[in-house]
Structures are given as C-alpha cells and as structure tokens.
C-alpha cells in the first residue's frame, strides 16, 4: 500500500519551495537564509546518539559556568518587589528600557569598556540581533542607503540590513583589521567589529581606527560598533571602543549579555547618538513595547552587586585556558597545515589553512563523528579569499579541546 505523502521536513519549505506570491519575496531571498542560521549544521551526524557533541562553534557559551543560584536569588527578590509595587502599564520610561538597567549598563561599559554614555544614551533590546534590525530600520532607505560590511563578518548582522532593502556591500579585513580604503564611496553605514573582528580575531589597528573615523566623518556615514566579547580582554589592556565622548555622533555602539551571561536572557543594548535615540525608541515599540520587566530588573541587580563584575573574572580566566590550549596543539600537532591567529580577545580562535583542500568537507566529515566546527566559507559574503577554521571554545571545556582536535587531525 503506497504510503501517505509527508510534509517536507520543518526549515526547508523557504529554501526549497517557490515562496507564495501573497508573501514579500525578500523573506525567502536565499542568502538571507543562509546569514540567519549560519551556526546549524545541516547534515545529520552518524555518530551513534548517545555520543557526546563535541561543539567548537563560534557564539556560543557554557552554561555550566553561569551562577545560577546567585541569579535566582537576585530575580526571586526582584519579583517580590513587582509583587509590592506593580510596575505601571506604560513604561515611565517611554520604553526606552528600565532606568536602573540603563544606569547599570553605563556603569559596566565604562569601567570594562571605557565607554563614556548616560543612561539616556542607552536602548535596551532583546539582544544584538534586535539591536541590528532596529538599527537597520532607523538607518536604511530602502534601495537608497549602502551598507558596508566587513567580509568574512557576522552573517545574522548582514541579514538585517539586507532584510531592510540596502545595498549591502563586502570590504576586505587584513591584519589591521578592516581596510579603510576599500570602502566604497558613497556608503552611509559601515558595520565593524574592532576589537575581536568575527570570525577572523584580528584587533584593528590605532592607524585604522583613526582613519574610519576620519572617512566617516569625511564622506557623513555612521558607524555601527559590535563589541559582542568586549569584556573578554587576556593579553594587556582592554582596546577602547570606537564610541567615545569625540566619537558619540557618529558612532552607534551594540552590547549583549548573551556571551558574558547567557543567550536565554535576550538582553542587549545600543549606546546611541542622542539624534537618533528618538527614532530608535519609535522603532522598537514597534516591535515589542519593551523587553520583558522582570529580567531587565534582575539583571539590573546583578550588575549592580557586583555579580557580573565576578563572573566575567572567572570567565576570563576559565577561557583563557581554553585558548591557549587551542594554541598549542594547532601549533604542536598541526604546524605547516593551520596557522592560528595571535588572539588577544574574545571566545574564539581563527586559524588560516595552506591545505589544498576545501575545509567544508573537512567540516561535514567532523559532523558524521559528532564534532562541531566551522570553516571560514560560511561567513563569507562575497566570493571566499581565504579558507581556514574557527575555534569556538565557549562551550568547549579542555577534555572537548583535546579530543576533537584529536578528531580533527584524524580526519586531516
């Protein structure tokens, strides 16, 4: 008896399907697709299913560091007081975001970032991602408004500009960072990542820095900061941001809490131009009224104790193992394959390849034994110029390290 016709399988009816006339086609554009879910692995592993995952994606975190027991403390009392004192229906604070969270996340940046803001300067979002469509909403004309990216860069960041209708268009990073002369002209947004640049882990240099701020200012274009692992500083002092007090109208500042806490709470946070603020507010009450009350007090708490302070600490020191465990086996077991870039920041290690092959395969052989990792390919925007792998060590403890390297140079 013939059986009855399936469904296809969830996520691939965009990719898969002409997309219904009655929906806006830029929706089921492909390479949106793509720049929106470029941390899942498509390919099923035949690794038996009870076999750990070995996981060295780039964004991701540990929850087993997390202080969970301090944090629900600090949300249990916060709660109570909602319980005393109702928060009113309107937020007094015109949905910009809870003040005492506000006042909290300038205190944090400018001790861990040096970043000079007031608590009005300051949106609270639920997480970088809405902070970037927003951004993308306020600053985009559509089919008018161009919009640099750094290429290989943060695919979801993309995504919003282009989900926006810009034109989206790829700059080249090098060692310094992302090459200042290659932007095109004219361009009214230009995207960066300067401290920890994603996926590549390179710091832009003092004498690039200067120079896209010059250009901005030269050609009138904003810039849009992502300093997703900021706090996250092992070798020397902590790199200033782009947004400073000279800096404050033309540069456009995005935090999250989701690498120093955790993703689950979708917090995150643009320090913006007072110019533009209004716009912003405008536009992320068109999305949702506000990030939900309760979280935004608890994490307020916490930040304000001296929890977050403490956690990063640990996380810092936790991390940079993981990092120089990295280090020293792509150098020991791997010398004359990958070269890891020298990294100062954050929760990942770049390594460029000489191997004359494509590391995508060498990635889908890795998924079939359960280990999770990333090849520059995917990051791309244009046409790859480089092939390499990216290290996530997140949530990679050191036994994970050492066996799927392990894995890795099996399958190499």
């Known amino acids: 008896m013939a059986s009855k016709q399936r469904h296809p399988p969830r996520g691939l009816l965009s990719t898969q399907l002409t997309p219904d006339p009655r929906l806006n086609s830029l929706w089921s554009r492909p390479e949106l697709a793509r720049a929106l879910n470029f941390w899942h692995d498509s390919q099923r592993t035949k690794a038996p299913r009870a076999a750990a995952s070995l996981d060295f994606r780039p964004a991701l975190v540990d929850p087993r560091l997390f202080p969970f027991e301090i944090f629900r403390r600090v949300s249990a009392k916060q709660l109570r007081r909602m319980e005393l004192k109702p928060p009113a229906f309107k937020s007094p604070q015109g949905n910009q975001g809870h003040f005492p969270l506000r006042t909290a996340i300038a205190t944090h940046i400018g001790i861990s970032r040096a970043v000079v803001c ?35 860069g943060y695919p979801p960041m993309r995504a919003a500009f282009l989900a926006a209708g810009a034109k989206v268009v ?4 090098d060692a310094q960072g992302l ?6 002209i004219p361009v009214h947004v230009v995207c960066v990542c300067p401290s920890h640049q994603f996926p590549i882990g390179v710091s832009m240099s003092v004498q ?59 917090l995150g946070f643009i320090v913006a131009p007072q110019w533009a603020m209004p716009a912003l507010i405008t536009a992320k009450n068109c999305l949702d009224w506000h990030c939900p009350t309760l979280t935004q007090m608890a994490v307020a708490r916490f930040i304000a104790d001296g929890h977050l302070a403490r956690h990063v600490r640990k996380l810092r020191g936790v991390y ?4 120089d465990l990295i280090e020293e086996i792509l150098r020991s077991d791997f010398s004359g394959e990958l070269s890891p870039m020298q990294s100062h920041y954050g929760m990942h290690v770049a390594a460029f390849s000489t191997l004359p092959k494509r590391l ?43 066996q799927g390297l392990k894995a890795l140079r099996d399958v190499l």
Do not use: W
């Open 360 to 402: 995508e395969r060498v990635t889908a052989r890795l998924l079939e034994l359960n280990v999770h990792l990333h090849s520059f390919e995917r990051y791309f925007f244009g046409a790859p110029t480089s092939e390499g792998l990216v290290f996530g060590y997140g949530a990679a403890d050191l036994k994970d390290i050492e």
């Open 320 to 323: 940079r193992k993981r990092r």
């Open 179 to 184: 090459v200042v002369d290659a932007l095109p």
């Open 118 to 152: 007031e608590p009005n300067d300051v949106l609270v979002t639920a997480g970088a991602q809405q902070a970037f469509d927003i951004l993308a909403r306020v600053l985009v004309t559509p089919g008018v408004t161009t919009v640099a990216i750094e290429d290989p």
């Open 170 to 173: 790829p700059v080249p990073v």
């Open 208 to 266: 690039r820095r200067a120079a896209l701020l010059s250009f901005a200012r030269k050609h009138g274009a904003v810039i849009v900061e992502d300093d997703y692992d900021g706090e996250f500083r092992y070798d020397g002092t902590p790199l200033q941001a782009l947004r400073s007090t000279a800096t404050a109208d033309d540069v456009f500042y995005v935090g999250t809490f989701s690498k120093c806490m955790l993703p689950a709470l979708r």
